[in-house]
């Protein structure tokens, strides 16, 4: 650094040593792919991961959400009040527009007898619809709660849950609420437009950034200049 006071780093290194167009390469090279490569890598990693932290979490709701349905039904179920399990889906319709992920919106939800009869709906025209899709019999074969990745006709992702209804070990019906992925996909969304401009904003500012003398020092007179690639500056003073 005191033989060679340039501004420039490694490119000034390269650029005295191999020439221009080596060095120019490098600052290129440096400047679109291995600074800005390396934190879109990290953001990367760190999008995955927080990705895989925000659908265990949304599952763990969406669980929860029908447990507490399920143990709410059983009694309706028992006594055969559809108005009463009417009014415990109904609750649902309240959470459609919730798209946070701390606030999960509810697509659907509905409570099925033993043969997928749709006791209760969200959606009124499939009330008392037989349901026969491979998803309601696996469902009612079950013994134990599950969670599938699923989309709507519509095209919307979500996770359907399903949590059986049993009384002494016997099936009596069973619950499915479908979860949307709509926050965790807007927050996941929102994060790879941040961490885009970030690495935007690092590539403008060293495109942008004037070279400078290092502070402390002063350039060199044209006596004190080397004359060639790796030579020496002259001893004596200015």
């Known amino acids: 650094a005191s033989a060679f006071p340039d501004t420039g780093g ?18 290129w090279a440096r400047f679109s792919v291995i600074v800005t490569g390396s934190i879109a890598l990290l953001a990367f990693v760190f999008g995955d991961y927080l990705q895989q932290v925000l659908e ?60 997928g009869q749709a006791l209760a709906h969200t959606d009124p025209a499939l009330v008392h619809a037989v349901l ?48 949307s992925r709509a926050g965790v996909d807007r927050m996941l969304r929102d994060l790879a437009l941040k961490v885009l401009g970030v690495l935007l904003v690092l590539m403008a500012g060293s495109a942008l950034t004037p070279a400078s003398t290092p502070a402390g020092s002063s350039p060199p007179c044209a006596s004190c200049r080397p004359s060639g690639p790796w030579c020496r500056r002259a001893t004596a003073p200015c």
């Open 132 to 179: 026969t899709d491979p998803r309601t019999r696996e469902i009612l074969a079950r013994r134990e709660p599950s969670v599938i990745w699923t989309s709507t006709p519509a095209g919307e992702r979500l996770y359907d849950v399903a949590v059986p209804i049993r009384m002494r070990g016997l099936p009596v019906g069973a619950v499915r609420v479908g979860i």
């Open 56 to 115: 265990k979490e949304l599952q763990a709701r969406g669980l929860l959400t029908a447990t507490h349905l399920a143990q709410q039904s059983l009694d309706p179920l028992l006594r055969e009040d559809d108005y009463a399990l009417f009014k415990l889906v109904q609750g649902f319709r309240g959470s459609h527009g919730r798209e946070a992920v701390g606030e999960e919106r509810i697509a659907y939800a509905m409570v099925l007898d033993p043969r």
């Open 10 to 27: 490694d490119y000034h290194f390269l650029r005295r040593a191999y020439g221009r167009s080596v060095a120019f390469l490098f600052g």
